[in-house]
């Protein structure tokens, strides 16, 4: 019943921000001022001619793989907004390379981009890049993953990262009714990229609210991994995160059930759930992730994942074009967080989106209902 309607509320939210666009639908843990400008608006300010590209100027996107499908349809999604609104846009994919990814950058940047869109592989890993848009008076704006160690980011735009992890580690206590029941119950944790800024919040979002009952007793964590460093996942790889629980089965639960696997996204949750299918014979856990990735949406309805973490990547597109034309047209640019994304030289002038819960209850509303999937692509 609880879940039902907190279900409910959550496509409502979700339908609300999809008709009306991200921006009117602000982080509820934005500060209190959420329309502040930002504060780096003097390095914001347009590359001297914004016309190079066509009606709107050129946007260079960098992607950094298309291995896994969010990445796809970001890269998607914003060249068609992008293209609908008057830019030419250089869009690249950069096969998890960080060398590839940087002359890719600097490519864009020789070619008379007007402003760089960047979600970076390596986090830290684009400082050359970043130092010749600067000089260049390119703004650059972080797409989803902080662009650390460096003063030439103009603006961020992603989805609450720590909220994210919050509504996984709310999802676990409220299925195991942690505040009434004692248990013990076995959890393991299973975070991202620690190259990727996004990873520790996540982890922390959700650590952060499961916390206590480990302390109390109340979870248990068979293998002792409770630290970020310990449990993170290189590259996000399905792979790694596979041999991994995999070891983890065979070392602490050859006799022993599992009641839960937080998973901090779906490509680590696959995963898990390909470990559990090849070495595990007990009850089978509860599984967390994050995307709604197609193969990962399918698990959750065939019961072999228990929930995601919806980001309509159309959303944050939407956000970003928006930016890029605030920025263009020397406007006020939205930014809803000017505190919490310090990237160890700035705190980037941030503008967050809401991640929405998503299980085998609201999956059709959240994602057919929306058009984000087809029913048939589901199958
Ligand atoms: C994104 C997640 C994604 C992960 C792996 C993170 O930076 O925020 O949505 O699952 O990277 O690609």
Known sequence: MKRKLLSMLLSTALAAS????????????????????????????????????GAGGKIGV??????????????????????????????????????????????????????????????????????MAKDAGIPVIAYDRLLMDSDAVSYYATFDNYKVGTV?????????????????????FTA?????????FFFNGA??????????????????????????????????????????????????????????????????ENALAANYNGKYPIITGQDCDIENTKNMIAGKQSMSVFKDTRTLAAQVVKMVGQILNGETVDVNDTETYNNNVITVPSYLCEPVFADVNNYKELLIDSGYYTEDQLK
């Open 168 to 188: 996984q580690g709310t999802y676990v206590k409220d299925q195991l009714d942690l505040d009434n029941v004692d248990g013990p119950f076995n959890i393991e």
């Open 62 to 131: 960098s992607m950094p793989t298309k291995d896994l499908q969010r990445w796809n349809q970001d890269g998607a999604n914003m060249e068609e907004q992008f293209t609908a609104a008057g830019y030419e846009v250089d869009l690249q994919y950069a096969s998890n390379d960080v060398q590839t990814q940087l002359s890719q950058v600097e490519n864009m940047i020789s070619s008379g981009c007007n402003v760089l869109v960047i979600a970076a592989i390596e986090g830290s890993s684009l400082g050359e890049a970043l130092d």
């Open 18 to 53: 999809i008709l009306a666009g991200c921006a009117a639908a602000p982080a509820t843990s934005a500060p209190a001022d959420t329309a502040a400008p930002a504060e780096t608006t003097e390095e914001a300010a347009p590359a001297e001619d914004a016309s190079a590209g």
């Open 207 to 272: 650590f952060d609210v499961l916390k206590p009952y480990i302390d109390e007793g109340k979870l248990v964590v068979q293998s002792g991994k409770t630290k970020f460093e310990e449990v993170a996942t290189p590259t996000w790889g399905t792979d790694v995160a596979q041999s991994e629980a995999e070891n983890r089965i065979s070392s602490f639960y050859t006799d022993k059930d599992i009641d839960v696997w937080l998973c901090s996204n779906d490509s680590t949750a696959l995963g898990v």
């Open 192 to 200: 991202g990229d620690p190259g990727d800024n996004n990873a520790g």
